[in-house]
């Protein structure tokens, strides 16, 4: 479900989405990473604290991201990224030169706790202007779905894969939208009327 139990929407409409983008462009440079790849990935909180050099495919343009929900490890998922971000973490983490080390390769990109992680989304969201109720990690794997889904038309079986969803049921709930998505399905329909006046 994408409302909560007080009637909010548990996600970000576009123009917050691309605000938090914008906030996160103004960020200190690990700050702006970490926002991009959690906005960009879909990826849960825990899943971008656990990356490693490894973890950026340099060459496919994509991250490795371990699904850490599923009941066993050893689960990964391909998220392709802009090649702008790839380049943004090389030239902030050097994720390159790391990758050919085999400690630093296997270490955390990040070396932040979920509590120190989790104030970092929250003061970018602040900056952004963003609701509070909306200002959380899970609100961008949410956004991600219903971007993909929605706004950009992207199979609902990509979004499913990226996600790491086990069941299809899990990501068909992005199909749902509410607020501004609702409206521009509804206006699809409103196009084909005639004029109402």
């Not at 909306?134 to 949410?142: E, G, I, Q």
């Not at 219903?146 to 990509?158: F, H, L, S, W």
């Amino acid at each position: 479900m994408l409302i909560d139990r007080t009637g909010h929407r548990k996600y970000l409409v576009s123009e917050e989405w691309y605000a938090f983008l914008a906030a996160a462009r103004c960020s200190k440079a690990e700050i702006r990473t970490f926002c991009f790849v959690l906005a960009l990935t879909g990826a849960r909180l825990s899943e971008v604290l656990m990356l490693t050099p490894q973890s950026v495919d340099i060459a496919n343009q994509a991250i490795i991201i371990e699904c850490l929900k599923r009941r066993r490890r050893g689960i990964y998922r391909s998220v392709p990224v802009p090649a702008e971000l790839i380049g943004l973490l090389e030239s902030t983490h050097e994720v390159a030169l790391k990758r050919h080390d085999p400690i630093a390769r296997m270490e955390r990109i990040w070396g932040w706790s979920r509590t120190t992680a989790w104030t970092k989304i929250k003061e970018t969201c602040k900056r952004a202007g963003i609701p509070d109720s909306v200002s959380m990690p899970k609100a961008f794997r949410h956004s991600f779905g219903v971007e993909g889904a929605i706004n950009a038309n992207v199979p609902i079986g990509t979004i499913k894969r990226w996600l790491g969803h086990a069941r299809l049921e899990s990501t068909i709930l992005y199909c749902e939208a509410v607020g501004d998505e609702e409206r521009l399905l509804a206006a699809r329909m409103w196009n084909r009327c005639d004029r109402l006046a």
